[in-house]
């Protein structure tokens, strides 16, 4: 079993919709979730974490996180053409930062 | 803008080559961290350095030589390199809280270096 997992294909969704993205983790002990966002040939770009369970809002991201379910999730509110990216999910587990495989998202106008 | 700076953004290299990846941060993170990141999959580790010293190497051949010469800077000494290595290669800085929260801070990524190996 990976650490983290994100199994769901590209994502297409309208503009000014509602994005969802799934995560699982295997590591009970995981303490800190990461959401990195990624454009094509660029490095990744922090835009959320979360340490506690519930939600947690900035902007139109909120980030999900449920610890007895194992299960992280970021909704990105009003889809922008900008926020056309991949998504990666992180946990840290076993002293190390461990990355999903990625969630595209495409936004389209 | 990124705060963690890499140099050079492009290399190519031949595999006789020998070569250095140059990563700098100012944000007064102890921790400094390599990845590498083939297309289309997520980064994978390669090495962390917490206060300046090794604490994790993820098996990585010894064709791949860290060092961190002081808490702003991390080198990546390449040589004989394969053409598999082509890949982007990501440095990263976090700041280190007490254990057991010691690896919980956010990492915050460089531009990265694309390199060719030939």
């Known amino acids: 079993q990976k650490e983290v997992e994100q199994n769901s294909g590209p994502l297409s969704v309208p503009e000014g919709a509602i994005a969802s993205l799934n995560c699982t983790y295997s590591d009970r002990g995981s303490q800190s979730f990461f959401w990195y966002r990624q454009y094509s040939g660029k490095s990744p770009e922090l835009i959320m974490f979360?340490?506690?369970?519930g939600d947690k809002e900035d902007g139109r991201f909120t980030a999900q996180l449920n610890k007895a379910s194992q299960y992280v999730s970021l909704l990105i509110r009003d889809s922008q053409p900008s926020d056309s990216a991949t998504y990666l999910c992180?946990?840290?587990?076993?002293?190390?930062?461990?990355f999903g495989k990625g969630n595209q998202v495409v936004v389209i106008p | 803008d990124t705060e963690v700076t890499q140099t050079p953004k492009h290399l190519v290299m031949g595999m006789t080559n020998k070569k250095s990846l140059k990563c700098e941060q100012h944000?007064?993170?102890?921790?400094m961290y390599w990845y590498k990141q083939k297309a289309k999959k997520p980064p994978e580790l390669m090495f962390v350095y917490s206060y300046e010293k090794l604490s994790i190497n993820e098996s990585v051949p010894s064709r791949f030589s860290p060092e961190c010469p002081n808490s702003s800077l991390l080198n990546l000494h390449l040589h004989a390199l394969q053409p598999e290595d082509s890949a982007l290669y990501l440095c990263?800085?976090?700041?280190?809280?007490?254990?057991?929260?010691?690896?919980?801070?956010?990492?915050?990524f460089g531009n990265g270096t694309r390199l060719t190996v030939t």
């Open positions: 992180a946990a840290y587990g076993n002293n190390r930062l461990a």
């Open positions: 990263a800085s976090s700041q280190l809280r007490p254990a057991p929260r010691a690896y919980n801070s956010p990492l915050h």
């Open positions: 944000m007064g993170h102890r921790a």
């Open positions: 979360i340490y506690s369970n």
